[in-house]
Structure formats: C-alpha cells, structure tokens
C-alpha cells in the first residue's frame, strides 16, 4: 500500500535522507525509529508531497505521491505530533470541514460516530477546538481517518506528550484501524508503543534505514539493546 | 470543493470576534464620512439658494419701483439709485451664477474646499476673471477631509490587508496548514478561494455600509443608479486590487509579521509617496506665477486704460460704428461706463499674456498630474470618485469658463442698450440672461480611471502567476 523506492532526499548538499526503500502492506503499522534529525519526518514529508524528492519514489497505492498528489492524498490520513486544528469551529465542525475537503460528505449523525468511534466523549463534540487538549484533537484527527475512509495513516509522533492513558487509547486505536486493513507509518520515539502496537519496525540514523524487522521476532530488552547498538 | 471551503472559512469569521468588531467600525466610519460630505453639501446649496432668493426679492422690488416711477406714485430718486438705469441693474442686480452640487457630491470633496461655488459677474470688472479661491480652514487643509472619498482610498486598504496579510500564513504558523495540505486540494485554489471570500463579504459589507449611510443622509442613489454603479464599481476594483496585491505577497510564504511590514510597505508607496511625489514634481517642473503678481499687473493696466479712456472711446467707436451715438445732441446718461466698456477691451488685451502664462502653468501641472495619475490605484480611485462627485479640477475649470462666458453675456445684454441710451422696463426682468449649470460638457475622466484600476489588477494577476511559477511547494510550507 505504501512504498519507497530508493527514496532520497538532500538538503542544500546534506543528504537528510540516503535512498532508502521499504514497503507497508494493508494492515501493517510499521514505525520508525531514530535519534532526532535520523530522517522519519523527512520520510513522512515526502509521502505528503509535502517536499520533493530527490531521487527514487513514494508510492501510495502503487501512484506516485509526486505524479498524482490529489489522487494519493485521496488515500491518506496525517497526523502530525501535534495536530492543530481549526480553535473558532467545534471538534465535529472540523471533522466536516478536512472531511469535505476530501469530498467526503456524510449525514451529522455519521460523523458524531466517527468522532465516538475515535474516542471523543460526546460532550466534547460540539464544543470548540480551543478548548481540546492535545489527545481530544488526536482523536479528532483519526475520526477524519474514519470519516475519509483512509487506506494509509501517516503519524508523525503523535503520542509525544500524550499521558500513558491517552497513549494507550491512541494505541488502541492504530491497532483497531490496523484490522480494517489500514497501512500505518508511525516516526515515534516510543519503543515501548513500538513494540506492542507495530508489526514491523524500522531503524533509521543518520538518513539511512539502519535495521527492519518484525516486532514478533524481538522482545522488549532486545528491541532497546538493538536501537541503542544503532544509535551509538 | 470551493463551496465547501468558503463554508466553513465564513463560519470561521462569523466566530472571529475582531473581524466584527473591524466591520462595525468600518460601517461606523462610513457612516460618519458621508456625514461630513452631506454636511458641506448642504452648506453649498444653503449659500446659493439664500444668493438666489436675494436675487429674485431684489428683481422684485426693482420692477415694482420701476413701475411706481413710470406710473409717478413715487418721486425720482438720484440717478445711482434709479433702478430704471440700466448701469445699476447690470452693477447691483447681477445673476447669481452658481454651480449645483452633482447628486452624488457628498462622496468626495475634491477640489470643493479650494473654489468658491457661485459667482455674481457684473457689466464691469475683473471680479470674475480672477476671484476664484475662496479662503479655506487652513486646519482642514493640513488633515484632508474625512469622506467617503479618504475612508476609501486611505482606510479601506488598510482594512483590505488587516484582513488578508495573513490568511497564509497564520494557517502555517498555528500547524492547520500541514492537515490542510495533507488533504487532496490545490493550495493555490483553496488559497484564492479563501481570500475570494473574505473579498466578497468585506466588499459587500463596504458596498452595505456605503449605500446604507447614502440612504439615511437622503442622498437619492436610486434615482442616480448610474453614478452610484459606476462608484460601487470603482470601489470593488479598488478593493479587489488590494485582495490581489495580499494573495501575491502571501504566495511568498513568508510569516505573518513579514507580510504585514511588506504590505503597510506596498500601502505608503501606493497611496502616500507616490501621490506627494507627483504632486512635489508638478509644482518643481511647472511653477504657478504668483497670483498677487497677476493681479497686480491686471489693475496697473486697468488704472492705465482708465487714464486713456477718452481716446479708447473714440477708437471704439471707429471699430464699432453700430454704438456710434446717433443722436449726437443728447447726452447718453451712461457715458462714464461706455469710456469703461471700451476700455475693457483694452485692459484685457494688455493682460492677457499675464493670465495665459498663469492659466498655462496651472494647465500644465494639471496634465502632468493627469498623465502620472496611472502610476497609482489611489490616484486613480481620488480621480474617479471626484468626477462622480462633480468636484474634479476639470470641473471647477468648466465652471470658471461658464462664469466667464455668462459674464460676457450678461455685459453683451446691457452694452448695446446702453450704448442706445435705453432704460430698463419692469416686464425686462423676464428677459435677463440666465445661467443654469450643467456639467455635460466636462471631459469625463471616469472610464481612463476604471481602465487604469483593471490595469493594476491585470499586473498584480500576472505577478501572482509569476511568484506561483516560481515559488514551490517547499517554501510555502517551508518544512
């Protein structure tokens, strides 16, 4: 579903990311790790189109990202580290906006499931974005991955300063959005989440992808002795 | 898509308490603007009409005394105060030449504090040739006046951009432009639908406010709907041009503090520097003769002609052998004035060079003001909206050419009766020349000003086109 081909990218004669090829199936999460500046948000950005590639390709459902962004988007849900959203609508209000802006038109009772289904308390449905903490706009930001009907999530950190409870829901939502066939490439610092939410996991320093495994091939200690080995 | 977007960004607004607040205030101003416009108006049209009824009670009494004089009810006064002397009907009883304010006056005061609106021309002298400048408050001539003309042209681009600068930017700045993004739009099509938005609520709040206030002050636009189209569409394009000039320095993708300093940039360039140059350079390039000096010189060649006037009779006579007294035994009761009439003549051939070198100059600094207007849309917008309102330079030069030539009809009326020795009749009130104003014939500056903003509109659209080639994704995000 999601695929890099001898992806690269260089910055001004830096290269931020050495080619680098992986693939995602349906229903992997697949999470990169990496010290900060190792190349997971340069990865993500470049399937966003957000930055151009300098050699290789992104691929998401076999289009190239660069050829046919409109179409790609179509197929994606991003969550950055801190999703920010619109803070004068209310969490259903910006649910149908980033929904419509994807051509994804539903009745108001389906997006209030969306947003119930993602883990938003009803009262927080009509209630302005300003006053949602981080995890409350998360939520909202996998209700549009419901709502546009997403085959691949990109989530750039999005349990960094989320509290264990909130991080574990997310978790669990990944892992629910996983079984309906959802290709998931998570950049995250949190071995931990790696490990019990992930199926694959990739390594990255230094622009290059170090190490890819699977996460039922490694227990915990074993996971953090290998990424320290990497990191240093 | 757009629909969508404009949706949901108008709910965004709606919610944005200082967005309404900046409304309020606008319509506030506006309100107050044409306050002041309809408040000199008013003044104007006072000052005529109370000249006009002085003028008609004044014709009233005159013929009624002319008839007790002819029917003997009344003894004959002295002859500088018999109102059947023609002198004292040409010289004391003058028409009220007056230039009527335009329907839609109060929208620009133009050139209406500098000139004076009525003239009374009489048989004789240069009032009417040189007494144009009325004294203004030279306090309101420091600070401008506040119309509909100034909230337009100085503020309303201000609102434009407070309203616009950082449409972009703010979005990248608080993170939604990277969820935005992430959605499958064209940046530059959601950009241009935002700001096609916030362009159509703004200019139909400005377009509200300026028709609301026109109607409470009484001012009949409906009756006028030509003149108030043609102000309405000048004030879009004006507004549009302003959305235009945001969109482009917004494609830049810089931050919001940067687009702020370079559009406040964009704004004294257009509506402060460029104006006070041009108007710097047509006083460098093309000096007005001193008008003290002028009239200096006019009354130096009156006081000559006045010494000559025996002789300049008798060579007017020789030139106009139709005035020649027939009746050579009668003295004619207006002999003093006829050595004036004829002296005239000779007074305005010796000045004429002195006014043609003034008219010159003042002629000149107005073409190149004309001409060098179309590096400005705040120009170009003043130029238009004085010539809807009536109060353009052209149109005081019409007036001041009507005033002279009504003046010379009025002295062409009484010449050749006085020249015949004739007295003034009661029923002759009926048959004095009149004067209406019209300014049909005043070259309307409208359409080159209309051209000039689309122009302007035309370069902004092809520098957005250029900086969108140019520019990439990249930087306006700038990840």
Known sequence: ???????????????????????????????????????????????????????????????????????????????????????????????????????????????????????????????????????????????????KDAQVLLLDEPTSGLDPKASNEFSELLTKLSKKGVATLMATHDLFRAKETGTHIGMMREGSLVEQLTTDQINHTDLEKLYLKHMN | MLNHAIKYEWLNLLRDRWVMILLILFLGITVFAVRNGKEKVEDRMATITKEKEKMVKLDRKMAADIDSLN??????????????????????????????????????????????????????????????????????????????????????????????????????????????????????????????????????????????????FDIDWLGNRGAATKLILLVTVYIFFWFLISFLINLLGNSSGSNAVTLIAVWVVFVLLIPSIISQTANSFYPVPSRTIMIHEYREAKALAEKKADEILKTYYREHPEYAPKDTTQQNQYSWWLGNFAASDVINQSVQPVLDDYNEALNKQQSWVNRLRFLSPAILLQDGLNDLAGTSPAHYTDFRDQVIAFADTWRHYFIPRMFNNEKMQA?????????????????????????????????????????????????????
């Open chain 1, 1 to 147: 579903m999601l695929e890099a081909k001898q992806l690269s990218k260089t910055y001004q004669g830096k290269e931020a990311l050495k080619p680098t090829s992986f693939t995602v199936n349906k229903g992997d999460i697949f999470c990169l790790l990496g010290a900060n500046g190792a190349g997971k948000t340069t990865t993500i950005n470049l399937f966003l189109n957000f930055i151009q590639p300098s050699g290789g390709q992104a691929l998401i459902g076999g289009k190239d990202v660069v050829k046919e962004p409109i179409e790609t988007k179509k197929l994606l849900t991003y969550i950055p580290e801190n999703l920010m959203l619109y803070p004068n609508l209310t969490g259903l209000e910006n649910l149908e906006y980033f929904s419509g802006l994807a051509s994804k038109k539903y009745p108001k009772e389906e997006f209030l499931k969306f947003l119930t289904e993602a883990g938003l308390q009803a009262e927080a449905h009509d209630k302005r974005i300003s006053t949602y903490s981080k995890g409350m706009r998360q939520k909202v930001g996998i209700a549009l991955a419901l709502a």
């Open chain 2, 71 to 216: 029917k003997n009810l009344k003894p004959a006064p002295e002859a500088w105060k018999d109102p059947r002397a023609l002198d004292n009907i040409g010289w004391n009883a003058p028409r009220v030449v007056a230039m009527d304010a335009q329907p839609l006056a109060v929208i620009s005061t133009g050139q209406s504090d500098l000139f004076t609106h009525y003239a009374k021309p009489k048989i004789y002298g240069e009032a009417y040739t040189l007494g144009f400048s009325e004294l203004s408050n030279p306090v309101q001539l420091l600070f401008g006046s506040f119309d509909l003309a100034f909230v337009c042209i100085y503020l309303l681009p201000l609102l434009v951009l407070g309203f616009s600068y950082n449409v972009l930017s703010s979005e990248k700045e608080s993170g939604v432009l990277r969820l935005t993004l992430a959605q499958p739009i064209s940046l530059y099509q959601w950009l241009f639908g935002k700001l096609l938005l916030r362009f159509f609520i703004l200019t139909s709040i400005v377009v509200a406010s300026i028709l609301f206030s026109l109607t409470i």
């Open chain 2, 427 to 479: 029923e002759d009130f009926g048959s004095l020349p009149t004067h209406s104003y019209s300014s049909a014939q005043v070259p309307s500056h409208y359409p080159a000003d209309l051209m000039g903003l689309l122009f302007f509109l035309t370069l902004t659209v092809a520098g957005s086109v250029w900086v969108y080639r140019r520019n990439s994704f990249e930087n306006v995000l700038s990840v």
